[in-house]
């Protein structure tokens, strides 16, 4: 009797330790996008620094090295860290594609990215690095959101 109670007790244990070390990693891969959600992203291609981006929840403000604000997109969660990007202000042909951008987070918080057309037949893809330089929003930048 004994050892029927002492293997459903291993049983019961393994299946406990199980769905929690399952659970303990999908809440690590929740949290390693979620610092995608808000704040101040410089981008990096051919590490080479090439713009920022200000993000809040579903919004982005972006700007381009040398050049001032230059566009809005809304930004749409897919999955964990993938998600479709549309612009708000189109001023060129390429502003009115959606993106469909994949993070992967690295060492040190660095986060790889891989930006595909999500509605166009292409094997064109934009990839690099964004580095997440504040958990804040610069105030100016912040009333472009709207409220706050």
């Known amino acids: 009797m004994d050892s029927i109670i002492n293997l459903k ?16 990693c999908s809440e690590k891969e929740d949290e390693s996008c979620a610092i995608m959600e808000y704040g101040t992203f410089d981008v990096y291609q051919r590490d080479i620094k090439v713009g920022t981006f200000y993000r809040k929840d579903s919004l982005q403000v972006e700007t381009y090295v040398g ?18 990007l ?9 502003d009115t594609i959606h993106f469909t951008a ?4 690295g060492e040190n918080n660095e986060i790889i990215y891989e930006m595909i057309p999500t509605f166009l037949e ?20 912040l009333k472009m959101f709207g409220k706050n």
């Open 9 to 24: 007790m291993k049983n019961i244990l393994t299946l406990f330790i199980f769905c929690f070390v399952i659970f303990s």
């Open 102 to 105: 994949s993070y992967t987070i």
């Open 86 to 94: 549309r612009s708000y202000w189109p001023k060129k042909d390429i």
């Open 67 to 84: 050049k001032k604000i230059t566009g809005l997109a809304k930004v749409k969660q897919l999955t964990k860290c993938t998600y479709m």
């Open 122 to 141: 292409t094997k064109s893809k934009l990839s690099g690095k964004i580095l997440k330089v504040s958990d804040t929003i610069d105030s100016k930048i």
